[in-house]
């Protein structure tokens, strides 16, 4: 597509839900991001696939965290037992290759009550 | 670790004035220096990068400069609008990296 679309837009979940957030990145990009934007926060990293393997997944805050992205195009960002502090928005960017530039989305924001 | 420090807003301005917002860093060997700006609405965009020492990234009537002997990567515009109403973030990309990262970000609107 034209651009990097994030899917839904705004996600309400009760408090220890699971959630699926969905990136569909620039077609033919290889490279892509998940960060996590807090209320008045710069984004922080998450994690980084290089085609389908997650090739840096040190941002992820902790195990109930995860991020797959199986046929190098789609990647879904899962959160098993949402809490409060999840709450933010998560920004997912791609890139043709790991030294251009990113292309972002516009975000999920999550909000967990 | 990497890590950005940029000035604290909100800052409102009128058309037509003088814009600066200040960004350091802190980093180790020689990152790359963005600004990025966010549009209300909208998603993230990159305005203007530098890569090396004494680069001058520009775009869009914004300039920063990447200075090393202060650690700095200062935004300035010489004559704001009302459309440069967004959210700006300095950010840095380590040498051998491409992780991001961000700045807590400056809040600038622009009156009429």
């Known amino acids: 597509g034209a651009g990097v679309s994030q899917t839904p837009s705004n996600k309400v979940t009760e408090k220890g839900k699971y959630v699926e957030l969905r990136c569909d990145p620039i077609s033919g990009h290889t490279a892509l991001y998940w960060y996590r934007q807090s209320l008045g926060q710069g984004p922080e990293f998450l994690i980084y696939?290089?085609?389908?393997?997650?090739?840096?997944d040190s941002g992820l805050p902790n195990d109930r965290f995860f991020a797959v992205r199986p046929e190098g195009s789609v990647s879904t960002l899962k959160i098993q037992r949402t809490e409060r502090g999840d709450s933010a928005v998560y920004l997912c960017a791609s890139s043709p290759d790991r030294n251009y530039g990113y292309t972002f989305g516009s975000g999920t924001r999550l909000t967990v009550v | 670790g990497d890590s950005v420090t940029q000035m604290e807003g909100p800052v409102t301005l009128s058309e037509e004035a003088f814009l600066t917002i200040n960004c350091t860093y802190t980093a180790t060997g020689y990152p790359s220096l963005f600004w990025y700006v966010q549009y209300p609405g909208e998603g993230l965009q990159l305005l203007l990068k530098a890569t090396k020492a004494d680069d001058k990234g520009s775009n869009k009537g914004f300039e920063a400069t990447y200075r090393k002997e202060t650690t700095s990567f200062h935004l300035e515009k010489g004559s704001v609008q009302v459309s440069d109403s967004a959210v700006y973030f300095c950010a840095l990309s380590a040498s051998v990296d491409y992780k991001l990262s961000f700045g807590a970000g400056t809040t600038v609107t622009v009156r009429a």
């Open positions: 696939f290089q085609g389908t393997g997650a090739a840096d």
